[in-house]
């Protein structure tokens, strides 16, 4: 009912010459009204499956903003979940909770967001320079980066880049 209310006042709002500002005013404090009677009536229920819907539907829209703030930012070698946090608008315990929720954590996320791009970059590169690579993925050290994608991908990024590219290349 609440949606609807306010696909409403999205319409009217789109089209002022239909009603005047004292009748908008009226239907934008009906429409507060209603929000606080479904918020108050969704805290008496206390159903619990409710709220852990509530809460799960939190986590994965936070969980994908945080995603998609880690996809555009992963360049940056001083991103960490305090700028992760801060960039999709809620706490570090919130954003913890999300990742959580799906057996994961934030850095573990943003790492493998990381290798899987420097991946696909070894994979495009005619030349390899592991360094260049590693600060372009956001990784600070060139040997920790190999390190880390010799553990994921089994071969480091020499061998990876080896075996991508053709023999003729």
């Excluded at 999205?10 to 009204?33: F, I, S």
């Excluded at 991946?119 to 260049?132: E, F, K, M, N, T």
Aim: proline fraction near 3%; charged fraction near 20%; glycine fraction near 8%.
């Amino acid at each position: 009912m609440l949606a609807a209310q306010l696909g409403h006042l999205a319409l009217l709002a789109r089209q002022p010459r239909h009603v005047d500002a004292a009748e908008y005013a009226g239907l934008l404090d009906a429409t507060r009204a209603l929000a606080l009677l479904t918020l108050r009536n969704l805290g008496r229920q206390g159903n619990s499956t409710d709220l852990a819907d509530t809460h799960e539907s939190l986590h994965a829209g936070r969980r994908a903003a945080a995603l998609r703030f880690m996809q555009l930012h992963a360049h940056r070698a001083d991103l960490d979940a305090a700028a992760i946090a801060r960039g999709v608008g809620c706490s570090r315990t919130r954003l913890y909770e999300a990742f959580a929720a799906e057996g994961q954590t934030v850095m573990g996320a943003l790492r493998e967001l990381r290798l899987q791009r420097a991946q696909a970059l070894i994979v495009r590169s005619p030349r390899l320079h592991v360094g260049a690579l590693s600060w372009r993925c956001g990784f600070a050290s060139p040997s920790d980066f190999a390190k880390l994608f010799r553990t994921r991908f089994g071969l480091s990024p020499t061998e990876w880049h080896q075996r991508a590219r053709p023999a003729g290349a």
